[in-house]
């Protein structure tokens, strides 16, 4: 009789042990599940998005310039299929912006024409992306084979050469 009474303890041992344990997995398991929800802020980083338009200045100025730079629209396709991580952020937009203010007022009218327009390449290839609701590096090409097929090209000129008459 006593043998049957130690047996009985120790299984009662047994299933507190294996609660215990459960308890802590399922306790972990929650834990894990909850740690992905605050994670979505590193892909931006991968994807080139700065957090300050300084530090994007800093890095990637150089290469703005070379595209502000590019008078035809087939080496401005070109260059964006090349960086279009670069040229494609809002950073960009910005910066292009603010140079064709700057040029606009330093009295470089040409160069101010040619930012201007690049600066319209990139919005309309942005606006793009957001009525296809897919990423601006998509739409590059179809933008580009629109304006060389179509009338769009007279279009956003217009709207360039538009803005670069406005006086102020």
Same mark, same amino acid.
């Given at each position: 009789?006593?043998?049957?009474? #130690?047996?009985?303890?120790?299984?009662?041992?047994?299933?507190?042990?294996?609660?215990?344990?459960?308890?802590?997995?399922?306790?972990?398991?929650?834990?894990?599940?909850?740690?992905?929800?605050?994670?979505?802020?590193?892909?931006?980083?991968?994807?080139?998005?700065?957090?300050?338009?300084?530090?994007?200045? #800093?890095?990637?100025?150089?290469?703005?310039?070379?595209?502000?730079?590019?008078?035809?629209?087939?080496?401005?396709?070109?260059?964006?299929?090349?960086?279009?991580?670069?040229?494609?952020? #809002?950073?960009?937009?910005?910066?292009?912006?603010?140079?064709?203010?700057?040029?606009?007022?330093?009295?470089?009218?040409?160069?101010?024409?040619?930012?201007?327009?690049?600066?319209?390449?990139?919005?309309?290839?942005?606006?793009?992306?957001?009525?296809?609701?897919?990423?601006?590096?998509?739409?590059?090409?179809?933008?580009?084979?629109?304006?060389?097929?179509?009338?769009?090209?007279?279009?956003?000129?217009?709207?360039?050469?538009?803005?670069?008459?406005?006086?102020?």
């Amino acid at each position: 009789a006593a043998a049957s009474t #130690e047996k009985k303890p120790a299984a009662t041992a047994k299933p507190a042990a294996t609660k215990a344990a459960s308890t802590t997995t399922t306790t972990t398991t929650v834990a894990k599940k909850a740690a992905p929800s605050v994670s979505p802020a590193p892909p931006k980083v991968e994807l080139g998005v700065f957090e300050t338009y300084h530090e994007f200045t #800093e890095k990637y100025a150089d290469v703005v310039e070379r595209f502000m730079a590019i008078s035809d629209l087939e080496g401005s396709k070109k260059f964006l299929l090349q960086n279009a991580n670069i040229i494609l952020q #809002e950073n960009c937009s910005n910066y292009l912006m603010l140079a064709t203010l700057e040029d606009e007022m330093n009295g470089h009218r040409e160069k101010m024409k040619r930012t201007a327009r690049q600066a319209q390449v990139v919005s309309n290839v942005a606006e793009l992306a957001k009525t296809m609701r897919t990423h601006p590096g998509n739409v590059i090409m179809p933008f580009f084979s629109t304006i060389g097929a179509t009338a769009a090209f007279g279009r956003v000129f217009d709207r360039c050469q538009g803005f670069s008459r406005k006086d102020y």
